[in-house]
């Protein structure tokens, strides 16, 4: 079956990067689209991006390009997020998402803190 | 950015009652919507996408309508496990956009 498997919460410190990780089980990772969104409480949902993990193309929300930058590794079918100069604003609970458009396939998320 | 006006942010209703959602799009969104449930500290899951059609593994008292740029979320004879808050998202244009989701409550 499809599985999303995220890495564990973070904490870091304000200006720093972080990187989270999704690894994938149960479909054909190569040809796949993984998308990324971003909630906090509230509790707004919001759409980062998508990566095409045959060809590594992107899509990004204006919103997040130079913040967000994504990855793939095909040999291990995980997906990855960079994030970038982290300031409060970016902390929140981030998900990877297997599809380019609507999302059947949900990682548990990964809860991001932001603090000194 | 297309906006998506979900309405109510919170609802409270007795088992067995049905209930409706709704999302206002900004504009057209040609029936690129879907819903999602999500219970506390779990991912979303997806209830219906295309407007109307069915998830699969997703129990038929949940369906889906549109009319004009409004769709709606209905659920037929609530079960205490439908408690949880509910989203709309647009996939017709980027970048895609969420409603602020509708807490459901069951009295």
């Known amino acids: 079956q499809v599985k999303l498997l995220q890495s564990g919460a973070e904490l870091v410190k304000p200006g720093a990067s972080v990187k989270l990780s999704c690894k994938t089980s149960?479909?054909?990772?190569?040809?796949?689209?993984m998308s990324w969104l971003k909630q906090v409480p509230g509790p707004s949902i919001e759409w980062i991006g998508w990566?095409?993990?045959?060809?590594?193309?992107?899509n990004y929300n204006q919103k997040f390009k130079g913040k967000a930058t994504l990855t793939v590794d095909k040999s291990s079918s995980t997906a990855y997020m960079d994030l970038s100069s982290l300031t409060s604003e970016d902390a929140a609970v981030y998900f990877c998402a297997r599809g380019p458009t609507r999302f059947a396939y949900w990682g548990q998320g990964t809860l991001v803190t932001v603090s000194s | 950015d297309i906006q998506m006006t979900q309405s109510p942010a919170s609802l409270s209703a007795s088992l067995g009652e049905t209930v409706t959602i709704e999302c206002l799009a900004s504009?057209?969104?040609?029936?690129?919507l879907a819903w999602y449930q999500q219970k506390p500290g779990k991912s979303p899951q997806l209830l219906i996408y295309d407007a109307s059609s069915l998830q699969d593994g997703v129990p038929s008292r949940f369906s889906g309508s549109e009319s004009g740029t409004q769709y709606s979320l209905e659920i037929n004879s609530l079960q205490s496990e439908d408690a949880a808050t509910y989203f709309c998202?647009?996939?017709?244009?980027?970048?895609?956009?969420f409603g602020a989701g509708t807490k459901l409550e069951l009295k």
């Open positions: 504009e057209d969104i040609y029936s690129n």
């Open positions: 149960g479909f054909t990772f190569s040809t796949s689209y």
């Open positions: 998202q647009q996939h017709h244009d980027y970048p895609y956009t």
């Open positions: 990566i095409y993990a045959g060809d590594g193309g992107t």
